[in-house]
């Protein structure tokens, strides 16, 4: 390359007319105005339009979009009526004296444009074509800042960057790990990291009493426009704390993120509800604040209702009937009511009970089983002439769930989410333990490493009641962070490990190194861990979280891009003694 730039290609502006320059980029678009030939140049930071004579770069016959070349020329201001308010170099150009063609291109499988409707596979596939468009660009430089602020934050606060080991002991619970099978010994394997929290807690005994670091992440799990198999985290972690000091840090931390790259105000302390209180109202532990709609109970109605859906569900273990007022459903068309019914069953009901509150009376399926006293009810939860009331039944988390997403449904249906709002809140008094059906026995909600905040009862007894100091930082109707304060004492650790099914031998192969760590005076300790990814993606107005992530794999956990994963060869095998499948 004889010809280094000298400006950027969205550098140049009036007050460089008259200056020789130097740029490099890739041609955006090449127009021919009748001997004149007008160069669009882009390279990351913008674009420059470069003017050229034909007959004296004969090169330029040679090149088309996304050739890189080089042009040496001179600013100069364009003339008034042609002048581009939408772009930051739009009153300049540069009249090429010399171009150097650095590179020639194939044709590219799409055009490098903002509005691109080509197949996202084949995006990923040329990532590093797809990536030149500006607001991919724009998500990857968004990013970068958030990082940076991050950090920033951190160390202000007094928090020491440490990283923590890839390469693992494999644990039980959770999602699957990745496995990584050891050449040096024959029959074992690593765990990729499905978190650093065996290592954030023992750096805590380690004394180092405020940590974080941004780490990346693993889980062996299905995949959706939310999720991907590696995963990037803040991770932090302090001693001597309780719940409120992580909250301060976090809220210091997040106001600081949305005035810089939002630029919005977001006042702290954040908003404080118990996983009661956001099951209860919103029907889910990540609740969307930003509109209305909040559920209500009807299981006192439900006991005695003809309906036998509601009265059998509230003889039934944990039955339970929620409700919910739509204001202005009983204009609704009956595709709307259909589609919320659609969302329940995917979320594990039967159906959808409702009933529109007409001007000559209740009308639809349940109208039949309500009677004075119960339309005296719905009265009482809000519900009026001209409104819609929907309900499930069934046990409390699934029915819960269900009517939350139907929720969202009608929120989303009826344009009731104010986008333009910002809701940071905490949910916080997570159950330390639910009940897996399958396997008939308690598993911890979150992990095994958070503290009860009660006394644990002996093993074997019923552990439904039990809360944990387990906390969720939820943007938007978005989890974006999950922590607790944890288990410092290890006979709480291992009474923890009994409750959820390991024996001393099962807790003492998987973890009783970490057992000895809190032998060895370990303090009391908390954190959090925040999902930079999702952030990013909300930040970005993004619908996926391929959308901020350099090279992100598809939704079938393939890099399109690499085409991994990929077979290893036969000598690959042997020397990890295994052998592929016949």
Not at 566 to 577: G, K, M, V
Request: charged fraction near 25%; include cysteine.
């Amino acid at each position: 390359m004889r010809h280094q730039r000298t400006k950027t290609c969205g550098e140049c502006r009036l007050s460089h007319v008259g200056e020789r320059v130097v740029l490099n980029g890739w041609i955006q678009a090449v127009r021919d105005h009748g001997g004149l030939m007008f160069i669009d140049l882009r390279d990351r930071y913008g674009f420059t339009q470069v003017v050229a004579d034909p007959t004296q770069h004969a090169q330029l016959a040679e090149v088309g979009p996304e050739c890189v070349i080089a042009v040496v020329g001179t600013v100069r201001a364009r003339p008034a009526e042609a002048r581009n308010a939408n772009r930051s170099t739009g009153d300049i150009e540069v009249a090429a004296l010399e171009i150097e063609v650095l590179n020639t291109t194939k044709v590219p499988p799409f055009e490098v444009t903002d509005e691109c409707r080509t197949r996202e596979e084949l995006r990923l596939e040329h990532r590093y074509i797809d990536m030149r468009r500006r607001p991919v660009l724009a998500a990857m430089e968004l990013r970068s800042r958030l990082n940076f602020l991050i950090r920033q934050s951190m160390v202000g606060q007094g928090f020491m960057e440490v990283e923590t080991p890839v390469l693992m002991k494999t644990s039980p619970e959770g999602a699957r790990d990745f496995l990584v099978p050891s050449r040096v010994h024959p029959g074992l394997a690593y765990g990729l990291p499905q978190s650093p929290q065996l290592f954030k807690q023992t750096l805590m005994v380690c004394g180092i009493d405020k940590y974080f670091q941004i780490c990346k992440c693993f889980r062996d799990e299905d995949l959706r426009a939310d999720r991907q198999p590696e995963f990037t985290q803040l991770d932090m972690e302090m001693s001597f704390v309780r719940q409120e000091d992580v909250f301060a840090v976090m809220e210091k931390l997040m106001t600081g993120v949305w005035s810089e790259l939002a630029g919005s105000t977001v006042t702290a302390p954040f908003p404080r509800m118990t996983w009661d209180a956001s099951m209860t109202h919103f029907g889910s532990d990540k609740p969307e604040t930003r509109f209305g709609l909040e559920l209500f109970d009807f299981a006192e109605r439900a006991r005695v209702s003809p309906f036998k859906v509601f009265s059998q569900t509230m003889t039934a273990p944990q039955g339970t009937v929620r409700g919910m007022v739509v204001p202005g459903g009983a204009a609704l068309p009956r595709r709307v009511i259909d589609e919320s019914e659609a969302v329940a069953k995917s979320y594990g009901m039967g159906g959808l009970a409702w009933v529109k509150l007409g001007a000559e009376g209740p009308q639809g399926p349940l109208s039949k089983f309500l009677g004075p006293e119960d339309l005296a009810a719905l009265k009482s939860f809000g519900a009026n002439q001209g409104d819609l009331v929907v309900f499930t039944a069934g046990r409390f988390e699934p029915a819960l769930n269900a009517l939350g997403q139907v929720r969202l449904h009608y929120g989303r249906e009826l344009k009731l989410i104010d986008t333009k709002q910002t809701h940071f809140v905490w949910i916080t008094d997570f159950p330390m333990f639910e009940w897996n059906e399958d396997e008939k026995r308690f598993e911890a909600k979150h992990h095994m490493f958070t503290a009860p905040t009660e006394a644990l009862p002996p093993v074997g007894g019923d552990l439904s009641h039990l809360k944990a100091s387990l906390y969720d930082l939820v943007l938007n109707g978005n989890e974006i962070g999950s922590g607790s304060i944890r288990i410092h004492q290890p006979e709480v650790q291992a009474q923890v490990f009994a409750h959820v099914g390991l024996t001393p031998e099962q807790a003492q192969d998987k973890f009783g190194w970490f057992l000895r760590v809190l032998e060895y005076g370990a303090p009391p300790h908390g954190g959090i861990a925040l999902g930079i990814d999702r952030i990013a993606m909300i930040l970005a107005g993004a619908t996926s979280l391929r959308d901020v992530i350099a090279f992100p794999k598809s939704a079938s956990g393939v890099c399109p891009l690499t085409q991994s994963p990929s077979a290893p060869d036969e000598r690959q095998w042997r020397e990890l003694h295994l052998r592929p499948e016949a």
